[in-house]
């Protein structure tokens, strides 16, 4: 019976935080998700860079 309830409760709060962070994404200005891009892109090329150095 706990379980039941505790499972429950899991799924509500990970439907609530899925809807937290689509909403979030939702909101960003287009220079924002510019601003995101690059720096994802600025830090796979950091990575890629010292993986290889690594040998890797």
Do not use: P, Q
Not at 3 to 31: P, Q, R, S
Not at 39 to 50: F, P, V
């Amino acid at each position: 019976m706990i379980f039941k309830i505790l499972l429950i409760d899991m799924i509500i709060i990970a439907v609530l935080m899925y809807l937290v962070i689509v909403g979030a994404n939702m909101c960003k200005t287009a220079e924002e998700r510019e601003m995101e891009n690059n720096e994802e892109m600025e830090y796979l090329k950091k990575y890629d860079s010292r993986r290889k150095k690594n040998g890797k």
